[in-house]
């Protein structure tokens, strides 16, 4: 990625305006699984006839994927097992989400493609977390949970099918909220690794 605007990132928090777009390391720095972590979980739960090529996929990086296929097996074992991964009930925090919410202040809003509670916790309840696209561009001072939110597993985008539609899909109201706030906000990405395959799908929703 380019070098990084200090002066438009000042002025967008100056303004009010700037959104911070959460990755999964965030997450991660607080001890929460990433989705290859939730891959092997469930994979540990999975018929060894056909465990092999799945754990290949998530081998070769191909988690999202292998999610994919993990879902179709497990049935409805599959949102319990993701559930019971995160381990959501426990009280973690990590000075990353921390010093996000301390900057509630200049920002317009926080974007998380994690499906855990952290930055819910780190803002102590006082931003809504939005699951749903519906009017995310007009509303200020959320947290809008890109990919879902754990306590509703209708909502989850995890799979490779469910990612494509929803960040890459013509009619998908999620890519519409992702163009609008890439091309009329700036936009501070925290917690992605520079060749991670969801930051380029993200990127490239505003294409």
């Known amino acids: ?8 990132l000042s002025n967008a928090y100056a303004s009010g305006d700037l ?7 965030v997450s991660r720095a607080a001890g929460l699984p990433g989705d290859e972590d939730i891959a092997w979980k469930l994979l540990a739960h999975c018929d060894p006839k056909n465990a092999v090529i799945i754990r290949q996929l998530i081998e070769r ?3 999202n994927s292998a999610l994919e296929h993990l879902c179709r097996r497990l049935g409805g074992r599959y949102n319990r097992i993701v559930e019971s991964a995160y381990n959501d009930d426990f009280d973690r925090m990590d ?10 202040k200049g ?6 493609t994690s499906l855990d ?5 780190a803002f102590a309840g006082d931003w809504p977390a939005i699951s749903s696209s519906d009017n995310v561009g007009q509303r200020r001072k959320i947290i809008f949970k890109v990919r879902g ?3 509703k597993p209708a909502s989850w985008i995890l799979t490779e099918r469910q990612l494509n539609d929803a960040l890459l899909g013509t009619s998908s109201r999620t890519r519409e909220t992702l163009c609008s706030a890439l091309r009329s906000h700036r936009v501070l990405f925290v917690g992605f690794e520079q060749r991670c395959p969801l930051l380029e799908k993200i990127l490239l929703s505003a294409l």
């Open 61 to 63: 990086g191909s988690v």
């Open 117 to 121: 509670r952290l930055l819910e916790r």
């Open 149 to 151: 939110t754990l306590q």
């Open 107 to 112: 920002l317009r809003a926080v974007y998380t």
């Open 19 to 25: 959104i911070i777009f959460a990755g999964p390391g």
């Open 1 to 8: 990625m380019g070098s990084l605007d200090t002066q438009s």
């Open 95 to 104: 000075d990353l989400a921390r010093e996000i919410a301390r900057l509630r």
